[in-house]
């Protein structure tokens, strides 16, 4: 391999869209500009919630934040969820399978006790399924299930863009955990 494919470049993302990435093993956040708001996927550690405002704060600049999608419902893309809900009343979307583990608070579903987190329980306002179709930013994203890390986590497809959003189903050069004691085989 030569000197110029070790080069690792950085993606070019649409000027809508902002990635927050945060340190391990708390999630990165994705965070679309729209004309007078803004949107938000995921929402880190319950004990890092007040980073994640702050952190939030300096990437929307005043504008509301109207509402929040999760990838999949562990501890570490659900924590900031409550935070978010109490400064923004933000409208909040859950993958549709993960509705009813929401409405229980299922500790280990949640990874809550797995991942020794503490989370405070929110609303969910709407779900989303796969096959549907989300307007983030000014791009339309393509909703897909990815079971595997999770077995109900979504992940969002912009063609336009060739940009897969993808919670825990992928990581960078490799792919998420798979948690074989909570799913059996
Ligand atoms: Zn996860």
């Given amino acids: 391999m030569t000197a110029a494919h070790k080069v690792k470049t950085r993606p070019i993302l649409p000027r809508c869209m902002q990635v927050i990435e945060r340190g391990w093993l708390s999630c990165n956040s994705i965070?679309?500009?729209?004309d007078r708001h803004a949107v938000m996927i995921d929402s880190g550690y319950g004990n890092e919630a007040a980073e994640t405002l702050a952190l939030l704060d300096r990437a929307i600049l005043g504008k509301p934040l109207t509402r929040l999608l999760n990838t999949h419902c562990h501890s570490d893309h659900i924590g900031g969820n409550a935070a978010l809900q109490k400064k923004y009343r933000v409208h909040t979307t859950v993958p549709i399978g993960e509705a009813p583990i929401i409405e229980r608070w299922d500790d280990e579903e949640l990874?809550?006790?797995?991942?020794?987190?503490?989370?405070?329980?929110?609303a969910v306002d709407a779900t989303l399924a796969p096959g549907d179709v989300v307007r983030l930013g000014n791009l339309d994203w393509q909703v897909l299930a990815a079971p595997g890390h999770d077995h109900h986590a979504l992940i969002f497809f912009s063609p336009d863009e060739r940009i897969v959003i993808t919670g825990d189903a992928l990581w960078e050069n490799d792919f998420g955990v798979v948690f074989p004691a909570l799913r059996g085989d």
């Fill in 111 to 122: 990874l809550l006790t797995y991942a020794d987190q503490a989370a405070q329980r929110f």
């Fill in 31 to 34: 965070v679309f500009q729209e």
